[in-house]
Nanobody
Framework: QVQLVESGGGLVQAGGSLRLSCAAS????????MGWYRRAPGKQRELVAR???????NYVDSVKGRFSISRDNAKRTVYLQMNNLKVEDTAVYYC???????????????WGRGTLVNVSS
């Protein structure tokens, strides 16, 4: 089994910063892409940022220049540093990992349970 556990969400004023973390654990052989989606109230899920296992990053346009994704492969952890937060960043943030795991060497996308980021004006 594989678990992804997020931390770091919370309430922050517009213009503030938060850092999200997501640690993967379990019978893991390899982790390919890791990243973050978010779902805002009344909106569809959106890919925020992703990072490959060789540190190639991608961001949705609305967070470029404000958010930074990174990973620590030894700790099997992905981070999302969010600066200059805006009210429209309010959402539940879900981490994901493209993971090779288990005795049968399965490869699939694993998800965290989500962490709420609430940005007030």
């Amino acid at each position: 089994q594989v678990q992804l556990v997020e931390s770091g969400g919370g309430l922050v004023q517009a213009g503030g910063s938060l850092r999200l973390s997501c640690a993967a654990s379990g019978s893991i052989f390899n982790i390919y892409d890791m990243g973050w989606y978010r779902r805002a109230p009344g909106k569809q899920r959106e890919l925020v940022a992703r990072v490959s296992n060789d540190n190639i990053t991608n961001y949705v346009d609305s967070v470029k220049g404000r958010f930074s994704i990174s990973r620590d492969n030894a700790k099997r952890t992905v981070y999302l540093q969010m600066n200059n937060l805006k009210v429209e960043d309010t959402a539940v943030y879900y981490c994901f990992g493209d993971i090779n795991w288990g005795s049968l060497m399965r490869r699939d996308i694993q998800w965290g349970r989500g962490t709420l980021v609430n940005v007030s004006s």
